[in-house]
């Protein structure tokens, strides 16, 4: 399924909510082996979410640029500005 630039945005928040969350739960219970589990298949899900919007529409952060040649970080609206969404 080919997701829209919202939905890969709105995917990666919701895995960053639930890795900040599981976190702060890890913090806590740190031989929790079912939360140890949770955080690492929500971190690779995030990673391939973000490795996906990063080809398709560019960098969400700035340390994300990979033209050697060229600021391609400010190209177009930034990722949080309405246009862009």
């Known amino acids: 399924m080919m997701r829209t ?4 945005a709105t995917l990666i928040q919701r ?5 900040y969350d599981l976190q702060l ?3 806590t219970h740190t031989q929790s082996r079912e ?4 955080f690492d298949k929500y971190r690779s899900q995030r990673e391939q979410a973000v490795a996906e919007y ?4 560019g960098p969400l ?8 040649d060229r ?3 400010v190209k177009g609206p930034y990722p949080w500005e ?3 969404n």
Not at 5 to 8: D, N, S, V
Request: charged share 25%.
């Open 15 to 19: 895995y960053e909510f639930a890795l």
């Open 25 to 27: 739960y890890l913090d």
């Open 35 to 38: 939360a140890i589990a949770l």
């Open 5 to 8: 630039q919202k939905q890969l």
């Open 71 to 73: 600021w391609d970080w």
């Open 82 to 84: 309405k246009e862009a």
């Open 54 to 57: 990063t080809r398709r529409f």
């Open 61 to 68: 952060q700035a340390t994300q640029n990979q033209n050697p």
